[in-house]
């Protein structure tokens, strides 16, 4: 399925198993290509087919899913699920992206798929748009690619795990999954700028400033957070006529 993640689903429990199958066909980004009930099982599968994510049980006979993290390739991300506390910091250690303790719920299932979902998103969206003197980006939002113009931005604002883009030519705000601080690598900073934790700016479309707020083109206000006043005030000065 395009746009999805393919991944498979890993625990010698059946129950367990039949529960990660529901949680994955109900998540709209998850594609599952197949439920193994060991860890040998699972690493045939690897090796046919192109996985991306692994929800992976910890504690299972002949094969751990520990000592099958460290078979996998470094492209293959994996999310442990074990009953077992003491687990945790050993997964850490294998660079795994998530952990979930037994029993868990849904929400804490999507919540552990949102991370993949955005770490599979920023690599994607830096290997893509990581090029000198672009003046427009792709974003995944609403499982399509949208062109946004850099010309056309008015801000970004994060909000959680997604970024809402505000520009000119489209009324309704565009939404995508991926953090601001990869978006920040890639803008020209000759024209955007970081002035909040919640907020980078188009510097062509600040209308004024007032004290320790910018006025945007759509008349929406920012205040200048600390850790980014000096660099603002920088910008200002070199701005402005002496």
Known sequence: MENKLRCLIVDDEPLALEMLDRYVRRTPFLELMQACSSAVEALEMIQQSDIQLIFLDIQMPDLSGMELSRLLDKRIKVVFTTAFHEYALEGYKVNALDYLLKPYNYEEFLRAATRA???????????ENHKENRDYIFVKSEYKLV??????????????????IITKNNPKAILTLMSLKTLESILPAS????????????????TAVERNQVIMSDKLRITVADQYKERFQEYLSGQSVK
């Open 117 to 127: 979902a955005e770490w599979f998103q920023q690599r994607t969206f830096a290997t």
């Open 147 to 164: 062109k946004i113009d850099f010309n056309q931005v008015i801000y970004f604002e994060g909000l959680k795990d997604y970024i809402k």
């Open 191 to 206: 024209s955007f700028m970081r002035i909040h934790r919640s907020y980078i700016i188009a510097l062509n479309e600040i």
